[in-house]
């Protein structure tokens, strides 16, 4: 079965600081993965996703991904932080097919951003 | 499109009472899903459907949690009788195809006294 694993269960940077959020995942074939943001009180919201077209994915609000197989790694990056991306962010694998869980969410990490 | 909708946003009830959540999912995705989240234990996937049909409720916590989809436009989570335990916020997600992306509606915050 498919799994993934957030390394940090909080996060915190100054305003202006590269954001780093780390994210391994577990899976018998080549899967989707994906990030989601979660403001405070509010819905889940796609921030990117990757399927095999590139390694290096960029998403909503300047943040971007890369797949690396090798290291099993899917880590989220953005190069300066800003106050609006506190929040929580999950790191998520596909399901292959319907004997699988259609989408696996990490445990999330908490990203705080110091003025 | 409008997104997924969720009624109620908040819904506070007593305990024993029956609570039913309703959620309209995004037109022609073919999948609808019941999350639960918690402090404690984080983002749960109690149900999900597939065109309409239950395809696994294996996360659906106990007896008292039931959910329905009688057309591809709507469907309910109810829970009968409720607790306090069943306090959190529930959210509705669909999406086009398995193992898709899932687009998550607002939720609804339950509290149960």
């Known amino acids: 079965a498919q799994s993934v694993t957030q390394l940090d269960s909080h996060v915190s940077v100054s305003e202006g600081t590269p954001v780093l959020l780390r994210c391994n995942y577990s899976?018998?074939?080549?899967?989707?993965l994906f990030w989601y943001v979660q403001h405070p009180n509010k819905g889940l919201q796609l921030l990117l996703k990757?399927?095999?077209?590139?390694?290096l994915v960029k998403g909503i609000n300047g943040f971007e991904a890369e797949f690396k197989k090798s290291e099993t790694s899917f880590h989220l990056t953005k190069p300066s932080a800003h106050m609006s991306d506190a929040a929580e962010y999950f790191c998520?694998?596909?399901?292959?097919?319907?004997?699988?869980?259609?989408?696996?969410f990490g445990k999330g990490t908490r990203l705080s951003v110091i003025a | 499109d409008a997104g997924v909708i969720q009624s109620p946003r908040h819904e506070v009830t007593e305990m024993g009472q029956e609570v039913t959540l309703r959620c309209k999912p995004i037109?022609?995705?073919?999948?609808l899903f019941w999350y639960r989240q918690t402090m404690m234990r984080g983002l749960e996937l109690l149900i999900y459907?597939?065109?309409?049909?239950?395809?696994?409720d294996s996360g659906m916590p106990e007896d008292r949690f039931s959910a329905k989809m009688p057309n591809a436009s709507f469907s309910t989570l109810k829970i009968q009788p409720s607790e306090p335990r069943d306090s959190a916020v529930y959210f509705c997600?669909?999406?086009?195809?398995?193992?898709?992306?899932?687009?998550f509606g607002p939720g609804t915050r339950l509290t149960v006294l």
């Open positions: 997600a669909s999406s086009s195809g398995f193992g898709n992306t899932q687009y």
């Open positions: 899976s018998s074939y080549s899967p989707s």
């Open positions: 990757y399927t095999s077209a590139a390694t």
């Open positions: 998520v694998v596909s399901g292959r097919n319907s004997g699988n869980t259609p989408l696996v």
């Open positions: 037109s022609g995705h073919d999948y």
């Open positions: 459907f597939n065109n309409n049909v239950p395809i696994d």
